[in-house]
């Protein structure tokens, strides 16, 4: 119903008249196969699948592999916004009716696949559409390997700050780790430091609203799966070891972080 309606408005954005058809016609189908876009859109089959490569390109569709087939999603619209620094008002007063065709498909398990520094980008800014707290484990020292996620964090932590979201996180027991606990009130947020010689990850793991974002900065590539069930049990999964670790980080900081941290 909103196809046709929204198809000049994203052309407006950016988009070819091809991209925002299979744009709008996968947000509509939710997880689908090309075959099944190409028949809802009227395009050829191997046209879907050049503007989803497109798509894909452009961080604007994710794509998880199931068995021999490969599967495509819409990201969320929010970050269409956000990509166009908020200048497209007509894009936010149809965002109710363009999010509605998403949200249909959120009850059943959700995944989206990411790649490269822009697709783990578009994940991070995904958590920024968050509703309440961002319960966060993060490897600092091996996101800020990264010179381009460096430097996007720091607009990252503006944006959130801005917003007023506060984070509560697991971080490993590095300098990064360090520095973010320095600025914890500045910044919105509450760590404590784990050891990784007790506890070692590699990954950042983000939990927010009904998704839980997964990222491997060493590969570059990242998930986001909804659905309230693992957000929720994630979540509770993430308290306990929270108030573990308020315990247990007074025993594995230095003598000097002690001092710097009010521990006595």
């Avoid at 509605?100 to 790649?115: D, N, Y």
């Avoid at 670790?245 to 900081?253: F, V």
């Amino acid at each position: 119903m909103y196809r046709h309606k929204y198809q000049q408005l994203l052309t407006d954005l950016g988009f070819t008249q091809k991209q925002a058809l299979v744009y709008l016609t996968l947000l509509g189908l939710g997880r689908s196969l090309p075959s099944s876009i190409a028949r809802h859109s009227g395009l050829k089959r191997s046209t879907v699948y050049v503007i989803l490569e497109q798509l894909k390109n452009k961080a604007l569709v994710s794509h998880n592999r199931s068995k021999a087939a490969t599967y495509f999603t819409a990201v969320d619209p929010h970050l269409l916004l956000d990509d166009q620094k908020q200048r497209y008002k007509r894009l936010e007063k149809a965002l109710p009716d363009l999010r509605s065709l998403r949200v249909q498909h959120a009850i059943k398990p959700q995944m989206e696949v990411f790649e490269g520094i822009n697709g783990i980008i578009q994940i991070m800014e995904d958590s920024l559409t968050t509703k309440g707290e961002i319960y966060c484990w993060s490897a600092g020292e091996v996101a800020y390997e990264c010179k381009e996620f460096r430097e996007y964090h720091a607009n990252y932590v503006k944006n959130k700050n801005r917003r007023g979201i506060w984070v509560r996180g697991l971080f490993q027991y590095d300098e990064v780790g360090l520095a973010l606990k320095r600025k914890g009130a500045k910044e919105k947020r509450e760590i404590y430091l784990i050891p990784s010689s007790r506890f070692p990850f590699d990954n950042e793991i983000n939990i927010y609203d009904d998704k839980m974002s997964i990222i491997s900065h060493k590969d570059k590539v990242g998930v986001i799966m909804q659905n309230e069930a693992i957000a929720s049990a994630q979540r509770s999964i993430f308290k306990f070891a929270f108030e573990y670790a308020k315990i247990l980080e007074p025993q594995i900081l230095s003598e000097e972080h002690k001092k710097e941290f009010n521990y006595s």
